[in-house]
């Protein structure tokens, strides 16, 4: 599933339930998510790695300032643009940095568990090595792409369930995705 389609699923759910004390902030968040996702469509490779960049950049700083922005801060639309944003972190250790402020915020439900499954594997792409959600995909010979290398593949029906995902084969029944252990 496409972080744009688990956003959507997301707040479909009425999970996050709660009015953003910073709506501007909310807006803002939104507004470079809805600019990055326009760009990966139609936008050329250059100006898609600067956009990303500053959009990262301004996700570093709102997390500097508030720290994670969860669903008191920015609400639900507000908190899945965030993830949508770090997920477009082309550094591993801000992103793993990002990862370590999004605990706090998960552990007291702030935050949903699944933005922790999708940067978790994110940076394991960024670093090389083999995922635990199978929430990434990576160029391959199929159509769609291959699956990241997910570690332990025998449980990974496991941890996607305590994530909060859905079944991998239910997750991907519209992709010719295939799994490859690590």
Known sequence: ???????????????HGREPSMPGLAEDLSGRA?????????????VRALLDGSHVTALRRVVEVWGWPGFALVGGAGSVAAVEIALLCAN?????????????????????LVFRALLHDRACVLEGQ??????????????????????????LAVRRAQAGLDPLDAAVADRAVHLTAA
Not at 2 to 14: H, I, K, V, Y
Not at 34 to 46: H, K, L, M, N, V
Not at 94 to 100: A, F, G, M, V, W
Not at 132 to 138: A, D, E, L, S, V
Request: aromatic share 6%; net charge positive; charged share 25%.
């Open 34 to 46: 809805e600019t990055a996702r326009a760009w990966r469509t139609e936008g050329d490779q250059p």
């Open 1 to 15: 599933m496409r972080p744009a389609d688990l956003a959507a699923a997301f707040l479909a759910s009425g999970r």
């Open 130 to 155: 083999a995922g635990w959600y199978g929430t990434q995909q990576r160029a391959g010979p199929h159509v769609a792409g291959e699956l990241w290398p997910v570690a332990e593949p025998a449980l």
């Open 92 to 112: 591993a250790p801000l992103l793993r940095r990002l990862l370590r402020v999004l605990e706090g915020p998960v552990r007291t439900g702030d935050a949903a």
